[in-house]
Each structure stands twice: as structure tokens, then as C-alpha cells.
């Protein structure tokens, strides 16, 4: 098996960074760009537009196509497959970049890189496939003998950071530097823990540690991905990180209650656009 087109659906930044690096790998023929224009124009101001984006990539999906998602969260995956449970879609995290969109603007320093693996071994041809692909585009990723763990280790640190820049409308050092901002974000990313060992993923006191020590090393001034929504005025993505904290903790009877806070401030700044 050897890819040879790719098909990019959604022009969100990480599209538009991955797909103008293909494009110059492969050559402009065997990539295309595909965006409803009316599913557009209603969603322009949404982040979370995976429905969508499944309608969308339906002409793309041939009998041998490979999907992955560069969506943030835990539950694409599971989505696409319910849609197209005949395909193949490698579990995947985007980790590291800084690509920002304004309009159809790109801007970024750091790619970045790709963790991606699988969770059955049928998969394995097509990971073969998709990490040859990779590599032979220069992009950087890794094969991930856990990629569960590793999704959830960045679900963990989405939940805290981004969602915590959001609130208190701060940037990373505004919420490292302040007790109560940085306890309030380590309840949140605690609470994720006790839900990842209830769903087999455990994730670690170290994986907790790296994470808090990653958040200091940030550019003090800098921004993650919902708080440029906030700025924009755009839907965040509080669906994909307290929303699920919530959907899993009623599963398993887990309180969550500092998500539940992110999830009501969050949802009450998004009404008020």
C-alpha cells in the first residue's frame, strides 16, 4: 500500500500548514482542498464543525483511503468511524505547532509534529503506509506504541491550558504565575487523571509533572487555540474538552466539578458574542 493523493478537508490553520507542506512535496496535482462553500460560510465562526466536515470529505473517501484527524480531544476518532465504519481512520495528535489562521493568512514558526499508532493490529498495513507517507514528505511525527495514552496526555493538557487561558482571558504566564489561576488549572488537568484511570489510559503523576513543566517554558506572552477564539469571537472548543470531562465523569461517576465551571464560564462567554 503507497499513498499517493490527499485529500485536506477544512481550511483551519493546521490544514492549511500540513496541506501547503504536502503540496509542495507532492506537487499541487495530487492534493486538493476540499470546503463546502455554503457549510462554510455557515460555520465560519465555529471551530468545532467535524459534522461538516464528514459531509464534506464523502467524494474525497475511495476504496482504500486512510483518514486521520488533527481535531484536539479524545472522541474524532470515534466519530468518523460510527460515519465510516469501513474505512480506516488512524488514531493521531497534532502536538507542539503554533500555526495560526487569520482569514486565509497563515502564520507559524514550529510544525510541530504528529504522534500517530493503533489500537487493533489490522490497522497495521496502514500505518505502514501513513508513516512511509510521512516520512517521505518530511513531516514530523512519531509512531506512538501507545497512542491512546498519548491522546489523552494532550486531552489532559488542553483541558487545563487552554481552557484556563480562556476564563481568565490570560496569557500562559498570567496563569503560571498565579496561585489561584494555577491551582484552578491543576484541578482540572487532576480530574482528567481520575478519568483516565477509570478508562484504562492512565495517565501518569510524571505525565502531570512534564505537562506543568512544559506550560513554564512557553513564550510568557503567548496564546493557545481558544483564547485566539475568544479574541475572534469564535465557538471554542469547550464541546471537545469539558464537555467530554463531563460526558465521561457522569459514565463513571466521577466528580468534575472545576470542569464544570470551565464548561458554564466558557459556554456564558460564548453566548455573549
Known amino acids: 500500500?503507497?499513498?499517493?493523493?490527499?485529500?485536506?478537508?477544512?481550511?483551519?490553520?493546521?490544514?492549511?500548514?500540513?496541506?501547503?507542506?504536502?503540496?509542495?512535496?507532492?506537487?499541487?496535482?495530487?492534493?486538493?482542498?476540499?470546503?463546502?462553500?455554503?457549510?462554510?460560510?455557515?460555520?465560519?465562526?465555529?471551530?468545532?464543525?467535524?459534522?461538516?466536515?464528514?459531509?464534506?470529505?464523502?467524494?474525497?473517501?475511495?476504496?482504500?483511503?486512510?483518514?486521520?484527524?488533527?481535531?484536539?480531544?479524545?472522541?474524532?476518532?470515534?466519530?468518523?468511524?460510527?460515519?465510516?465504519?469501513?474505512?480506516?481512520?488512524?488514531?493521531?495528535?497534532?502536538?507542539?505547532?503554533?500555526?495560526?489562521?487569520?482569514?486565509?493568512?497563515?502564520?507559524?514558526?514550529?510544525?510541530?509534529?504528529?504522534?500517530?499508532?493503533?489500537?487493533?493490529?489490522?490497522?497495521?498495513?496502514?500505518?505502514?503506509?501513513?508513516?512511509?507517507?510521512?516520512?517521505?514528505?518530511?513531516?514530523?511525527?512519531?509512531v506512538e506504541s501507545d497512542i491512546m495514552h498519548a491522546m489523552w496526555n494532550k486531552f489532559m493538557i488542553n483541558v487545563g491550558i487552554n481552557q484556563a487561558c480562556m476564563i481568565y482571558d490570560s496569557p500562559y504566564d498570567g496563569i503560571m504565575s498565579s496561585p489561584e489561576k494555577r491551582a484552578s488549572l491543576t484541578r482540572a488537568m487532576r480530574e482528567v487523571i481520575a478519568l483516565s484511570k477509570a478508562e484504562g489510559t492512565n495517565i501518569t503523576e510524571d505525565d502531570f509533572n512534564a505537562a506543568m513543566e512544559h506550560f513554564n517554558k512557553l513564550d510568557k506572552n503567548s496564546y493557545p487555540s481558544m483564547h485566539q477564539d475568544f479574541k475572534a469571537k469564535r465557538k471554542s472548543e469547550v464541546e471537545l474538552f469539558a464537555g467530554t470531562v463531563r460526558n465521561l465523569a457522569a459514565k463513571h461517576g466521577i466528580p468534575v466539578h472545576e470542569n464544570d465551571f470551565y464548561y458554564k464560564r466558557i459556554t456564558e462567554i460564548e453566548s455573549a458574542y
Open 1 to 142: 500500500m503507497e499513498i499517493k493523493t490527499v485529500g485536506v478537508v477544512g481550511l483551519g490553520a493546521l490544514g492549511l500548514m500540513y496541506g501547503e507542506h504536502i503540496q509542495n512535496a507532492i506537487g499541487r496535482e495530487n492534493i486538493c482542498f476540499a470546503m463546502d462553500k455554503e457549510r462554510y460560510e455557515r460555520h465560519s465562526k465555529d471551530t468545532y464543525s467535524l459534522d461538516s466536515a464528514l459531509d464534506t470529505m464523502k467524494k474525497l473517501i475511495g476504496e482504500h483511503t486512510i483518514i486521520i484527524s488533527l481535531m484536539n480531544g479524545i472522541t474524532s476518532e470515534e466519530i468518523i468511524s460510527a460515519r465510516y465504519p469501513h474505512k480506516t481512520v488512524i488514531p493521531c495528535v497534532a502536538i507542539g505547532m503554533d500555526a495560526m489562521r487569520s482569514g486565509t493568512e497563515l502564520s507559524y514558526v514550529n510544525k510541530g509534529l504528529l504522534q500517530v499508532g493503533i489500537t487493533d493490529e489490522k490497522m497495521r498495513p496502514s500505518l505502514k503506509a501513513l508513516d512511509a507517507f510521512l516520512t517521505k514528505t518530511g513531516i514530523p511525527h512519531t
